[in-house]
């Protein structure tokens, strides 16, 4: 995934990453049977593809960890 391609995510919501997730884990699982069934030879994408989920799911947490934090600090402004 190139620097601009992870640029784009990172202004995605969770949601939006959720189904991006969703997506390229439907692609993984298709280039898996092509492998198998001999029909894709260039095995690396698969590779690239268990890359870019981890990439989405790290921009995930990080996003998770960020709402949190807000409603943290949020709370103890409140008390």
């Known amino acids: 995934m190139k620097k601009s391609e992870l640029n784009e995510l990172k202004d995605l919501t ?3 990453l959720e ?3 969703n997506d390229v884990a439907k692609r993984l ?3 898996r049977i092509q492998v198998r069934l001999g029909q ?3 095995t690396h994408i ?3 593809l268990r890359k870019e989920i981890a990439q ?3 921009l995930i947490q990080q996003k998770k960890k960020n ?3 807000a409603n943290d600090s ?3 402004k409140n008390n």
């Open 67 to 69: 709402e949190r934090g």
């Open 46 to 48: 698969l590779r690239n």
């Open 56 to 58: 989405i799911n790290t």
């Open 29 to 31: 699982f298709e280039q």
């Open 74 to 76: 949020r709370e103890k």
């Open 14 to 16: 969770i949601k939006e």
């Open 19 to 21: 189904q991006k997730r």
């Open 40 to 42: 894709l030879k260039n």
